[in-house]
């Protein structure tokens, strides 16, 4: 099985940045891509990036795109979310979850995310 812990959230200010961070253990990082979701109070968990297992891909959700990205160090078997100009809406419970192989094609399916984190806090104050 494979442990993913996320870290780095927060109370930030509109405008303000963070960075979370998902340490995983169990299997080989490097074998599979990465994923973030979040998941807003009163709200269905979405999509929010997604890294190939070599970073030489990435997804992001149109509500995040150009203020968010997504790395990983596969020799810290850690993956990264960087979230810029944050918004009060950018609110939610975030989650780094394990992707089924080496890319995922159907990205913001979390049927292909077979193992999950217990999520950070994000809070974005206007």
């Known amino acids: 099985q494979v442990q993913l812990v996320e870290s780095g959230g927060g109370l930030v200010q509109a405008g303000g940045s963070l960075r979370l961070s998902c340490a995983s253990s169990?299997?080989?990082?490097?074998?599979?891509?990465m994923g973030w979701f979040r998941q807003a109070p009163r709200k269905e968990r979405e999509f929010v990036a997604c890294?190939?297992?070599?970073?030489?891909?990435?997804h992001y959700a149109d509500s995040v795109k150009d203020r968010f990205t997504i790395s990983r160090d596969n020799a810290k078997n850690t993956v990264y979310l960087q979230m810029n100009s944050l918004k009060p809406e950018d609110t939610a419970v975030y989650y780094c979850?394990?992707?089924?192989?080496?890319?995922?094609?159907?990205?913001?399916?979390?049927?292909?995310?077979?193992?999950w984190g217990q999520g950070t806090q994000v809070t974005v104050s206007s």
């Open positions: 979850a394990r992707g089924i192989g080496n890319y995922v094609v159907t990205v913001a399916n979390e049927d292909n995310y077979p193992d």
């Open positions: 169990g299997r080989t990082f490097s074998n599979y891509a």
């Open positions: 890294i190939s297992w070599n970073g030489g891909s990435t």
